[in-house]
């Protein structure tokens, strides 16, 4: 009899229980669509370490799998995030560019975040589990961010980012009156030539703190190879480049650096050239807030020279 009593006030509890909440869903609605996604992700795969696994990590999510690098014979590399956050706990998913899809399967998770570029991989993991894409390329990083932060219910923490680095900005503006006549080109020399890139929101944080930018630079497109012959072109007050040191891009564009075109610009012959290890500053919120604080060091709180001063 009491066994039976027992079993009965357990089934009138399990009916007075809601559900649990991992396994509630809302809708998730940005430029790529709308989708069905749990109100509280159990276990999230992350499509790219740089700019999402890091964003997670940021906000308090660790995430179950992760893209990375992996060299042959060689540990996974999480750029931006292990030097920073315990990630014994992210399974490695493969490269951004060619996730592991049984090894995504197999993680079971209850969501999947993955940028715009990816979304050829939506259909093919969309069997797995929801799959969020975010405008990495079509706004910048605190678009991304904030839609990353509703996604898995840290609206609160992107607000203190957010917070923070317009705090920076409104720093900067107080000490630099006339932004527009510095300009800056942000780029990543390669041994064989250049591309204009902005790690680390550094072109989010030059457009946010006004600074200029040459005509070429204005005119020229992102993301694309250009030789050293070009270099000249992008003659700035101010040069920013970043180095990897996992791929050991320091010592392999040596020769560029020391070439007669380089060396002739004003930001190199001025010592204006800001060099900056790329993994301290990822596509985040923090690396965002990172770069801003630099810059403001580099340009607000020190005396510098303009090419076109009087």
Known sequence: MLRQLTGLLCLLLICLIPPATAAETRTFENQFGRVQVPVAPRCVVSLHDFSLTAQLLE???????????????????????????????????GSHQAPDIEAIAALKPDLIVG????????????GIAP???????????????????????????????????????????????????????????????FQLIGRGGMDDVIADFGLGRVAAYREARRNVP???????????????????????SEASTAAFRRSAQWQNLFAVKNRQFLYFNRSRFPDTMQGLIGSAYLLMSHIAERDYLLQDAP
């Open 115 to 126: 940028l715009s570029y990816q979304a050829d991989l939506k259909e093919k993991l969309a």
């Open 131 to 193: 799959v969020v894409l975010l405008p990495v390329r079509e706004g910048d990083i605190k678009t991304y961010a904030s839609q990353l932060a509703d996604l898995v219910g840290k609206q609160s923490r992107y607000q203190e980012l957010l917070k923070e680095y317009q705090w920076v900005v409104s720093e900067f503006k107080k000490r630099v009156k006339q932004p527009e006549r510095i300009t800056v080109t942000t780029l990543e020399v390669y041994p064989d030539g």
């Open 59 to 93: 906000l308090g999510i660790t995430p179950c799998g992760s893209t990375g690098r992996k060299k042959l014979f060689s540990d996974v590399t999480l750029r931006g995030v292990q030097e920073r956050f315990d990630v014994s706990a992210i399974r490695y998913v």
């Open 226 to 248: 250009y030789s050293l012959e070009r270099i000249g072109d992008f003659n700035s007050d101010f040069i920013i480049d970043t180095y990897e040191e996992m791929l050991g």
